[in-house]
């Protein structure tokens, strides 16, 4: 366990990989930790070294006072870069992790190698539905955030995905239950904020987009709108919910690292 000090707090990371080898920044979904991420690993830090950490607000990390914008998180990414000298990386984000994404590629291109934005959007849902969720969390505390935890297998994963897989299903959900609710709030208000949908063109790195079929949160009409603003991206559609890493599982593994290893 690695931990970066910033000025108001610690950010928790992990590193793996080949010393040597480009690096891959990878980063999570609201109210998941870096733990998302572990199917993919061993595929992954095959070729690359992989970066993987909790949003601040999340995990191990620090849960300093709120709200956050998603600005304030891609620079926590560009301090953690610079932290361990690392000019250039790949970027893997998914959900608020691929807001990120998009911020670092309108923002800090020049600090990108690649860019992947997996079961997100330009801009995701509307003000009430975030303010809503963040007044739930914070007046209900821990227990809100369990009750989070059980309606997020439906919006996640796929009734067959779920029924068939229980535990992997349990074992991403309960990284929601144990997120602080102070944190996911501040992060629910950094969603809230973000807007690029004027702003995808000012992204100029190779580009993929994945989407899932079955994601309510973030469809594939969102994807496809990512792709049309975005000069050259790719697009790739699976059979799955919102946390299409973990519910694909091998074939996501594999068609953004064929991405990644044509850069």
Known sequence: ??????ADGVLHYQLEGPVNAPVLVLSNSLGTDLGMWDT????????FRVLRYDTRGHGASLVSEGPYSIEQLGRDVLALLDALDIPKAHFVGLSMGGLIG???????????L?????????????????????????KGGQQAMRDLRDASIARWFTPDFAAAEPA?????????????????????????DADFRDQLNRIQVPTLIVAGSADVVTTPEHGRFMQAGILGAEYAEFPAAHLSNV?????????????????
């Open 168 to 192: 992997i299903a349990q074992r991403i959900t309960e990284m929601l239950a144990h997120t602080s609710p102070a944190g996911y709030a501040a992060n629910c208000a950094a969603v809230r």
């Open 247 to 263: 519910e694909i599982g091998e074939a996501f593994s594999r068609r953004v690292l064929d991405f990644l290893l044509a850069r």
């Open 114 to 138: 690649s860019l992947t934005l997996c079961n997100t959007a330009a801009k995701i849902a509307n003000d009430e539905v975030w303010n809503t969720r963040i007044d739930t969390v914070l």
């Open 40 to 47: 993919q690993i061993p595929a992954w830090t095959a070729h």
């Open 1 to 6: 366990m690695a931990h970066l000090q910033l």
């Open 102 to 112: 998009q911020w670092l590629g309108i923002n800090a291109g020049a600090r990108l």
